[in-house]
């Protein structure tokens, strides 16, 4: 299983954001995908979730109305477009997901929001 973020940056607040993962080693439409993120200080939290489908989305609270999750099977990526980007989005994203009970990480990919 391999996991690989991408799209961090250094952004001013209120500016717009896309992430990418993709994904490799496992059947990629059989399982939902989740972004975590971690910021330094803080344990780190769930920021969105998609069903292997597609149809079924879960979101943080804290992101709710801002961030969407998205996910394309032919290409085994997963997306998180985060707009009205607030200095307290800062930390470190995470792609995941859970194959029979273990949790698989990617090493992740920074984002910075500060004027």
């Known amino acids: 299983v391999q996991l690989v973020e991408s799209g961090g940056d250094l952004v001013q607040p209120g500016e717009s954001l896309r992430l990418s993962c993709a994904a490799s080693?496992?059947?990629?439409?059989?399982?939902?995908m989740r972004w975590f993120r971690q910021a330094p200080g803080k344990e780190r939290e769930l920021v969105a979730y998609?069903?292997?489908?597609?149809?079924?989305?879960v979101y943080g609270d804290s992101v709710k109305g801002r961030f969407t999750i998205s996910r394309d099977n032919d290409k085994a990526t997963v997306a998180l477009q985060m707009s009205s980007l607030k200095p307290e989005d800062t930390a470190v994203y995470y792609c995941?997901?859970?194959?029979?009970?273990?949790?698989?990480w990617g090493l992740g990919t920074q984002v910075t929001v500060s004027s």
């Open positions: 995941n997901t859970l194959i029979a009970d273990k949790n698989y």
């Open positions: 080693g496992f059947d990629f439409n059989a399982v939902g």
């Open positions: 998609i069903s292997n489908t597609g149809r079924g989305t």
